[in-house]
């Protein structure tokens, strides 16, 4: 039986919390930023959990569960 593997794009975009919760970054903080007004921008650069609904494929994807 071969080895299980984690999918390596996952890897790189989600950690998981120490409580079990996985973070992720969030989205359109890459370019066209001159629209996007200060605070905007600085809320796209923290962190936030994902949605309760996403998490089980998210950890298949990790090979958590």
């Keep these: 039986m071969p080895k299980m593997k984690t ?3 996952a890897k790189k975009r989600f950690k998981v919390t120490g409580t079990g ?6 989205a ?3 370019h066209i930023l001159t629209k996007k007004s200060k605070k905007r921008k600085r ?4 962190m936030t959990l994902v949605h309760k609904a996403d998490e089980n494929n ?3 994807m990790l090979r958590i569960k």
Aim: zero cysteines.
């Design 58 to 60: 998210i950890k298949l």
């Design 43 to 46: 809320a796209l650069t923290k």
């Design 21 to 26: 919760k996985i973070k992720r970054k969030h």
């Design 28 to 30: 359109f903080k890459s």
């Design 7 to 9: 999918i390596s794009s």
